[in-house]
């Protein structure tokens, strides 16, 4: 009896922790730190849109190493986020707190270093000046460097279309040595292999989005086929196709680079 009564105790204490962390920020905090390095994808918070708080936790509770790049830190810590890597060019930070010669834009983005440094800590600081790449590729490269396989991208739509236009088809240059997810709320986008093959239910939403030119496209089970076909971006894509009916799609293409949207709405 008293066996039974401790546990209904600690079960009531941990139903009131779960409701007390989902109501506060701590909902932000990451448990990644348990996860084994490497096991599940790497998170890169880019500085698009932000996503909803419900897909934001969840990505954070199974990464084991966070990413947000320099432009989006102040709005990353405000939600409280625990981070292990803040990486860019650094174009509106500074390592003190002496910002005279900001203008006043700039005074608004630009954050103290020493203090990130001390509230993150343990945190790696990563300065990449390269002007040649974007700081989401500079991330990527990253990832590539310590042998991570996979990572799952936020915050990389929306906003500004120029932004979104890039982040999204460079994903495609990294193919051999990353596997890239960007996900917000309406959408995951990703390269899709030569053959490829999921389990879907019916009337999943679903576009394939050509990189350049792509040849020999041929589905199986979507509502609107293609066999050998050519899509070309510009010219003609596979965008708002769905799933016929319960069970395996099949899509195969013999060149070129095809990106798969599995969509929410």
């Given amino acids: 009896m008293i066996f039974y009564l401790a546990k209904k105790a600690l079960s009531n204490l941990s139903a009131f922790f779960v409701t007390f962390v989902l109501q506060t920020n701590s909902y932000f905090m990451s448990s990644h730190h348990v996860i084994r390095e490497q096991q599940e994808p790497a998170l890169i918070i880019a500085n698009g849109e932000a996503c909803s708080f419900e897909l934001m936790g969840q990505l954070l509770e199974w990464s084991p190493l966070v990413i947000v790049l320099d432009s989006a830190i102040n709005r990353v810590l405000e939600l409280g986020i625990k981070i292990d890597v803040l990486l860019g060019d650094f174009d509106v930070l500074r390592n003190t707190s002496d910002f005279t010669l900001l203008d006043e834009q700039s005074i608004k983005r630009a954050v103290n270093l020493d203090k990130i440094r001390e509230e993150q800590y343990p945190i790696e600081i990563v300065h990449t000046p390269d002007q040649n790449k974007t700081d989401l590729e500079k991330a990527f490269d990253y990832l590539i460097e310590k042998g991570f396989p996979a990572v799952n991208v936020i915050w990389a739509t929306g906003r500004r279309a120029d932004h979104t236009i890039t982040n999204v088809t460079n994903i495609v240059r990294f193919r051999e040595q990353l596997k890239i997810v960007v996900i917000d709320d309406y959408s995951k986008i990703f390269i899709l292999p030569n053959t490829y093959e999921k389990w879907y ?29 050519s899509l070309k971006i510009g010219y ?19 060149t070129g680079d095809l990106l798969m949207m599995e969509c929410n709405d």
Avoid: A, C, M, Q
């Fill in 201 to 229: 239910p019916s009337k999943t939403p679903i576009s394939l989005i050509p990189i350049g030119d792509v040849t020999g496209i041929s589905t199986e089970n979507l509502k609107y086929e293609l066999s050998d076909d």
């Fill in 236 to 254: 003609r894509t596979g965008s708002s196709n769905e799933v016929k009916e319960d069970g395996l799609v099949k899509i195969t293409y013999k």
